[in-house]
């Protein structure tokens, strides 16, 4: 049975739909007072950005050290530009420095129930999403950073190099892939988590092989760290997100773990505030690479954070097979686009694929399980 391209989208921010935040707090022993002084100072700056609709702050009913933040937005990517900006870091500071655990959620709104749900005050471009999505239960992020210039052979063989961390996070959540590329001093490191992303992550982070190669890369690394301080590594790691915004299904279940099938990553600087509509193109050309039955593309994914843009693709077919076909732009005007919203057109903005191909470092798949 073939899939239409509609349910082949299993995730987008591009389609208008309104967002639904969910944040979990565990505070530390005491913070109580300190937490709702501070989100008293936030909840009055994020109500003035754009695209914000709302806002609650919910305490446990049973345990005290337990909050609930929750946030209504016009669309995920007026969310994003928020959440994924140096001011929004400064701003959520003093929340962090109160929380044990935090734990992020996003949804898209599909139903509304109840009188508030009818508020004429409500934005006009806020909408629901059409219709539940279809796709695997995997989730994608990626995280990214820039090392120091000269230092990237040593860093790639220091990421090349570490054992793996154990797949099994616990009964529910599993890493099931860790994809590592290289543009110039940009890594890019992309993860494929079944279950809870944040657990894996946290799993990830705790395992002594990753621990190793992290401390062996603070040299090189561009923007200081200490892994010591939890500030420190929360502050660096949520400068590092890159969170997933599209992704375009494989055509036929499984098709992903063929043998004849490549993965690529592709980087697109973006010009100042071209960030989304660069990632919104990018995304559209895929989803019109997945109408044609020719085509080598077997899934993308598209990430993106402020100005970076990045381009996951498998292909089918041999190593470099394909790529020009799966990422390339087809015709002069869409080519035109592209330099456009790209950072130096003259070096970037060239509508062939290999310019933006960044350079595999691992690619690591979980032992298959029994």
């Keep these: 049975m073939t899939t239409t391209l509609s349910e082949r989208v299993s995730q987008s921010a591009f389609d208008g739909s309104m967002l639904r935040v969910v944040l979990l707090m565990d505070l530390h022993e005491g913070a109580q007072q300190r937490f709702f002084e501070a989100y008293e100072q936030l909840r009055h700056d994020i109500a003035s950005e754009p695209g914000h609709i709302s806002d609650q702050l919910c305490q446990s009913f049973e345990n005290p050290s337990q909050w609930l933040i929750t946030s209504e937005w016009e669309s995920a990517p007026q969310y994003l530009a928020w959440v994924n900006s140096e001011h929004h870091a400064e701003q959520v500071r003093p929340l962090g420095a109160c929380a044990r655990t935090m734990r992020p959620l996003k949804y898209t709104v599909l139903r509304e129930t109840g009188r508030g749900y009818r508020d004429d005050r409500r934005a006009v471009g806020a909408r629901l999403q059409e219709a539940p999505r279809l796709g695997a239960d995997l989730v994608r992020h990626a995280l990214t950073f820039t090392v120091k210039p000269g230092s990237e052979k040593a860093v790639a063989e220091l990421l ?211």
């Design 160 to 370: 090349a190099s570490y054992a793996s961390p154990a797949a099994d996070v616990d009964g529910h959540t599993r890493l099931c892939r860790t994809s590592l590329f290289m543009h110039g001093n940009r890594v890019v490191r992309t993860v494929e988590v079944r279950g809870d992303l944040m657990s894996a992550l946290r799993h990830v982070s705790e395992q002594p092989e990753v621990r190793a190669v992290e401390e062996a890369i603070n040299p090189y690394l561009e923007q200081d760290r200490d892994l010591g301080d939890p500030e420190s590594a929360r502050m660096f790691f949520m400068r590092a997100a890159l969170p997933a915004v599209h992704h375009v299904a494989a055509r036929e279940a499984g098709a992903e773990d063929r043998s004849d099938v490549r993965r690529h990553a592709l980087y697109y600087p973006a010009k100042p505030g071209c960030g989304p509509a660069l990632a919104k193109f990018l995304a559209r050309q895929d989803e019109a690479a997945a109408h044609r039955p020719d085509a080598p593309t077997v899934s993308s994914s598209i990430f993106q954070r402020d100005d970076i843009v990045v381009r996951l693709i498998d292909v089918r077919g041999s190593q470099g097979s394909g790529l020009e076909t799966a990422f390339g732009v087809r015709g002069p005007r869409k080519a035109a686009v592209l330099a456009r919203l790209m950072l130096s057109p003259d070096d970037c903005g060239s509508a062939s694929a290999v310019r933006h191909t960044m350079r595999l470092i691992t690619d690591r798949r979980a032992p298959a399980e029994h």
